[in-house]
């Protein structure tokens, strides 16, 4: 079972590993980065570098080989990275258009709002020289990217559900919710697609693959299903048996923590696997875009890949596949979520409440 010591031991040591070589700003700060400033305050060693600041959604663990890598490979440049949620991310691009942009590189998890920033004219036209090995889905009019592949999944404690018990599809699952309820009643978990962007990109994309998902929301309704706005504490709870399943988790985060944690499971359903993508792109205003572009295409490389992959962020690339150890036939059924004008559906207001109104009807059948 995972060690909460030594996952503290793990973080600690990637993130000192990481200091080494990036400078982190405050995510909350709105402000400019200062190029000679790093996070403490202190006068930047890398001073006569050229400061690429890289702003994302994903957590610094996952990214710190990848960093000091592409600084190892690029001498000439110092990466200032900083996490940040994808909402505020959003809005620092918006907001920074009538001034050249502190942020060189925009890498979100935020699916929907990155191909807005596109459609809206904030990302410049970059053509990587890595896409000719990326499938069309995971790219768009040469100004967004798809960097990772990370299939959506079941989770489940396998303490709790064992053989039979443990759904294989989504008819499955319905089928379970509907003759067990006792099994499952107060103990299964999703997203709540009104608080979580993430959670509505989801059950969005399970509706436009089959009209099926309307009758598995009732079943969860019924079975008393908590609502989270994010994957961890869903993660947490499934893994300590306060749940028996969670519903359309990253798969990113439930193949790492299972690496570590012998009574968590993991489901590919084999009817139909969603499979997201976090998206890059170098805004229109960047101060840096030649060093953004390098970053882009070393996140699309190989190599780039490589070390993601690492962190069970699969592969985007043709010639590499997604990082799916253990699930040999999971790669089958991945559908991934493409990156279109179509993710911006539910950003208009009056469809995002429509479809908000029958999914909470739904629940309460």
Sequence with gaps: MRSRAGLLCRLIAHSCALAAYVYFAVA??????NPSVGA????????GKIPLVVEATTDIPEVSELIAEFMNRNPDISVRYSKIVSGDLFDRVVKSVE???????VWS?????????????YAAEYRSAEVGRLPPWAQWKDRVYGV????????????????????????????LLTEHPSMFQGKIATYDPELSGTGLLFITQDVRITQQTWKLVEAMGRAGVKLYTSSEPMIDRVAAGDFVLAYNIPGSYALERAKHDDDLGVVFPNDYTLMMSRIVLVPRQARHVPQAERFVDFLLSR???????????????DDMKPAIPGYPNAEKALRPIALSIDLLTYLDQAKRRRFLKDWKDALLK
Aim: charged share 25%; no cysteine; net charge negative.
């Design 28 to 33: 909350a700060s709105a402000g400019d980065t």
């Design 40 to 47: 403490d305050g202190k006068a930047d060693a890398d001073a």
């Design 99 to 105: 001034k050249r942009s502190p942020i060189d590189v």
């Design 109 to 121: 998890s935020a699916m929907d709002l990155q191909i807005k920033l596109a459609n809206d004219g």
């Design 148 to 175: 990772t592949a990370e299939p959506v999944v079941m989770i489940f404690n396998k303490r709790l559900l064992r053989g039979a018990m443990v759904p294989q599809d989504h008819a499955e699952l319905l089928r």
């Design 303 to 317: 190599d780039g890949q490589a070390l993601l992959a690492q962190h069970s962020l699969g592969s985007v690339r």
